[in-house]
Nanobody, 115 residues
Framework: QVQLAESGGGLVQPGGSLRLSCAASGSRFRFYVMGWYRQAPGKQRELVAAITSGGTTNYAESVKGRFTISRDNAKNTVYLQMNSLHTEDTAVYYC?????????WGQGTQVTVSS
C-alpha cells in the first residue's frame, strides 16, 4: 500500500509560480515511477509530468519549458515546479503512482491561476 499526500496548491496570478509537493509513505519510494496529473472542470484527468526511478522525465506538450518534475528519494517526496503559469493551468493536481499493478492517488491540491 502506498499513501500519497499533495501540498502547495493555491491562488496565483498569471505568470506566477508554485511548487507542489507529494509525500509518499513506505520504504520502496525510490523504485516507483511517479507522476503529476491534473483535472479541470468538465475535462478528463491528464498526465502533466512523470519521473522514473532513474530520473528520466516526461512532460505534456502544454507544459514543456514551464514545469519541472523532480524527486528526493531521501525524503520520499516528488515535486512539481510550475513557472509562467497560465489561466489554462487551473485544475486539481494529483500525485499518482503504480505499485504491484495497483494505482494510487493522493487527495489532490487545487491550483487556481487568476488575476
Amino acid at each position: 500500500q502506498v499513501q500519497l499526500a499533495e501540498s502547495g496548491g493555491g491562488l496565483v496570478q498569471p505568470g506566477g509560480s508554485l511548487r507542489l509537493s507529494c509525500a509518499a509513505s513506505g520504504s520502496r519510494f525510490r523504485f516507483y515511477v511517479m507522476g503529476w496529473y491534473r483535472q479541470a472542470p468538465g475535462k478528463q484527468r491528464e498526465l502533466v509530468a512523470a519521473i522514473t526511478s532513474g530520473g528520466t522525465t516526461n512532460y505534456a506538450e502544454s507544459v514543456k519549458g514551464r514545469f519541472t518534475i523532480s524527486r528526493d528519494n531521501a525524503k520520499n517526496t516528488v515535486y512539481l515546479q510550475m513557472n509562467s503559469l497560465h489561466t489554462e493551468d487551473t485544475a486539481v493536481y494529483y500525485c499518482g503512482t503504480k505499485e504491484r499493478s495497483r494505482d494510487y492517488w493522493g487527495q489532490g491540491t487545487q491550483v487556481t491561476v487568476s488575476s
